[in-house]
């Protein structure tokens, strides 16, 4: 009761000093109503205690006389704290009054203008009501932890007093920040815990600019993403107000995706693949969910996937295949019927549905499976499958087919026996029968045993109780390596058969086969894999050797390197041609196309043990391909002109020459992460570049309605427009030009 009175007795003087500064500072005025607190008007000002921490000042507020009031915040209406002379309220109520420093991210407080801030005020509450432990704050204030407002460096540790809640202004300016450090922590939290259920609010993701603006970024200077799908939009004349438009589509659930175009690409095998071009535009939502995707289900994705994925791809699969099928006898080479037309869209969201809770989310990836797609100008629906060529469909093959590695482990498990493989006798008699004579000291006899040694396997590779299988997969298509029998390996193929028939997919009868590895020569990921007949040895000691088993040879095709060099137009009927499509560019242009098709094929291939062989035969064709072309393109005779006139490598005349690698046999040129999203990287990166909120046009300087001005190739540059040289100058593919100019480029030439 004596404390109770001693705060009310130091409230009611409080009030008083504040009634006798209020009116001398207003004169005669007085309000009509004086019952009610008239509006405030926050000043910030900086405390002589604590320097730049910020406090907030209001100019006043009518006190209700006699009744007590205890001094506490509200939790309606405006900011109500204390005004008038803060120092002399502080120093007589003893209330240290700390509020966060001013960041440009966050502003406590009330701006001392009369101008409406940029957004809405967010009101933090902190603990009301008695303070704990031996701290006498007293009653009545709000207590809010030092951390949540503050550096606890400068404010101290502990708790600190205010006597309302704080109000923040946020500042589209530091989203971005917020966005990866959600993001970021999503990914975190489903890596530490890859088998939870995510509960979270994911949608929110799609509400937010900065993901779109990632998304665009990552999709703007690809080529395929400036052809068309059933409407001429592409990314040419993007602005910020398409994308929040897409915001306020997604916030009320209406967003639709645009039907896609189907197109058939011819098949090596004579068939042909069903190819689905969406809308451009579709794609960045695409991309955005595909982001968010991955962050959830790649922590459970198994290690033998190598398909779509960060840091992994074609070369990490073939990796894995020659370190671990070095003993492996029998191998299944598999491939799946359709596997992307085939999907089940019901089973497929089962599995989506069980690990994400978010129905908003998961609703709108059962749009992107129904949209359907127009073949011939009419429409078909979407029943099975997920469209090849859409950006988030590889993804959910990978979800889908998770349930095959899943089902491969536990095979493997049940199926793998023993630590290590026994001794083969014979080599363990010549052993023994060396060791004797080494006894003896017979150096005749030894040098005889250690010779059948040599040409013996150290262990048996049929051993029963010694059993090994292993699994890789990249997409649809998968290997099986078994060290086993023949039989053990055919009621394999048949128990994953059974599993695909329970998935609702088909075994490719004429694509899956089994190979003996030490015979035969198996195809996987345009690789041919095959047991090596060179036996290699190492040193031991001094006049000793040890052999060495016969590792995984790793093979470039070169009968289909020829023939896709012919399907291409550099070969015909065998011999190297020129291709006259590219005869209209530069020199320099010429070479450029020549030398990336040369660097691409030996990129892929450079972990091979032909590449010498690969590169003789790919660089002479061409080599002698340009060759012609130049000679057709300059009006000259022969290849010998062409060498004499700009070189044998072509370096006079210009700033190209031909691609000359020196290459060299070496197994460990494995290309790893084909598929690399580092998204930390991303979300730093995307502020330097255009931001598309942010931008002026590159040719008036106007910042009303900016779009961008988008090419598909810059060979397909017109020197005649002003944009086009704008770009040439830059070597990029995209400008910021208003609608006006941007409609000026499209119309008229300059």
């Known amino acids: 009761v004596r404390n109770c009175t001693l705060i009310s007795i130091a409230s009611l003087t409080c009030l008083h000093f504040y009634l006798m500064l209020t009116t001398s500072e207003l004169g005669e005025e007085e309000s009509s109503d004086p019952n ?31 009744e007590e009031q205890f001094l506490c915040g509200s939790r309606d209406g405006l900011l109500r704290a204390w005004c008038g002379k803060n120092q002399l309220l502080k120093s007589m109520t003893r209330s240290d009054f700390k509020v966060c420093q001013l960041n440009k991210s966050t502003i406590s407080g009330i701006n001392g203008t009369n101008v409406q801030p940029k957004v809405g005020y967010v009101l933090i ?36 007093k205010g006597n309302n809640f704080i109000i923040s202004r946020r500042y589209s300016t530091g989203s971005a920040n917020i966005v990866s ?3 970021v922590s999503l990914i975190e939290r489903c890596e530490k815990f890859p ?10 993701f799609l509400l937010d600019p900065n993901m779109y603006l990632i998304a665009y970024h990552k999709l703007r200077s690809n080529p395929g993403n400036m052809t068309p799908g059933i409407s001429p939009e592409t990314l040419d004349g993007i602005s910020s107000e398409w994308i929040d438009q897409i915001i306020r589509s997604m916030k009320d659930e209406s967003f639709q995706f645009n039907p896609s175009r189907r197109v058939n690409i011819p098949k090596a095998n004579g068939g042909s693949r069903p190819l689905s071009v969406a809308s451009p535009r579709d794609k960045i939502v695409q991309e955005v969910i595909r ?3 991955d962050a959830i289900f790649n922590p459970t994705f198994s290690k033998n996937s190598h398909g779509f994925m960060a840091n992994r791809g074609c070369h990490s699969a073939l990796k894995q295949i020659y370190l671990q099928f070095k003993g492996v006898t029998w191998v299944i080479e598999g491939d799946i019927s359709k596997c992307f037309d085939t999907i089940d869209h019901h089973k497929l969201m089962r599995i989506i549905e069980g690990k994400i809770t978010d129905r908003r989310f998961t609703n709108l990836i059962w749009k992107a499976l129904r949209v359907g797609y127009f073949e011939f100008d009419v429409y078909q629906h979407s029943l099975t499958g997920t469209p090849q060529g859409s950006i988030v469909s590889p993804l959910l093959c990978n979800i889908f087919m998770n349930q095959l590695d899943q089902f491969m482990s536990s095979l493997a498990f049940q199926f793998n026996k023993g630590d290590k493989p026994r001794l083969n006798n014979e080599y363990s008699a010549h052993a023994s029968a060396l060791a004797r004579a080494k006894r003896k000291g017979d150096l005749d006899r030894m040098k005889v045993e250690m010779a059948a040694m040599r040409k013996l396997n150290s262990i048996d590779f049929y051993d029963p109780n010694f059993r090994r299988l292993y699994y890789v997969r990249y997409a649809d298509d998968w290997i099986v390596g078994i060290r086993g029998s023949l039989e053990e390996t055919r009621n394999i193929l048949n128990k994953i058969d059974s599993k695909l028939s329970e998935l609702g997919l088909t075994l490719s009868q004429e694509k899956t086969k089994i190979a003996n590895i030490n015979n035969e020569k198996v195809l996987f990921l345009g690789t041919l894999i095959s047991r090596s007949k060179h036996r290699r040895f190492t040193m031991m000691n001094v006049g000793t050797t040890r052999r060495l088993g016969l590792g995984i040879r790793l093979e470039a095709p070169l009968d289909r390197v020829r023939r896709k060099l012919t399907d291409a137009g550099f070969i ?27 660097r691409g094929i030996l990129n892929y291939y450079s972990f091979t043990h032909n590449i010498n062989q690969l590169n003789s035969i790919v660089g002479l064709t061409l080599k002698s391909s340009v060759a012609k072309l130049l000679a057709a393109k300059f009006s000259l005779s022969t290849r010998a002109q062409v060498y004499k006139r700009f070189g044998r490598l072509f370096e006079k005349g210009g700033r190209v020459k031909f691609y000359d690698p020196q290459v060299k046999v070496n197994i460990a040129n494995f290309k790893t992460g084909q598929y690399i999203d580092i998204i930390q990287s991303l979300f730093a990166r995307h502020k330097s570049v255009a931001n598309l909120y942010n931008l002026a046009c590159a040719k008036c300087g106007s910042d009303y309605r900016v779009e961008m001005h988008h090419i598909k190739m810059m060979k397909n540059l017109d020197s005649s427009k002003w944009a086009d040289r704008q770009l040439a100058k830059v070597n990029r593919k995209q400008i910021p030009l208003c609608r006006k100019c941007h409609m000026e480029h499209h119309t008229t030439r300059h």
Not at 127 to 141: D, E, L, Q, R, V
């Open 125 to 160: 509450g902190g603990t009301i009501g008695w303070p704990k432990g031996s701290n006498a704050y007293g009653h009545g204030f709000t207590v809010v932890p030092v951390s949540l407002y503050a550096n606890p460096n400068r404010l101290g540790r502990g708790r600190v």
């Open 195 to 204: 088998d939870k259920v995510v509960d979270r609010d994911i949608y929110k």
């Open 291 to 293: 982001m968010v995707l």
């Open 36 to 66: 009610t607190a008239s509006l405030l008007k926050g000043i910030t000002g900086t405390s002589q205690d604590e320097p730049g921490v910020s406090q907030v000042v209001p100019t006043m507020v009518k006190a209700i006389l006699p």
């Open 181 to 183: 450090d959600k993001y």
């Open 572 to 598: 015909k009927e065998g011999i190297p041609s020129p291709k006259f499509i590219w005869m209209h560019q530069s020199k320099d242009q010429i070479l450029h196309l020549y030398n990336s098709v040369y």
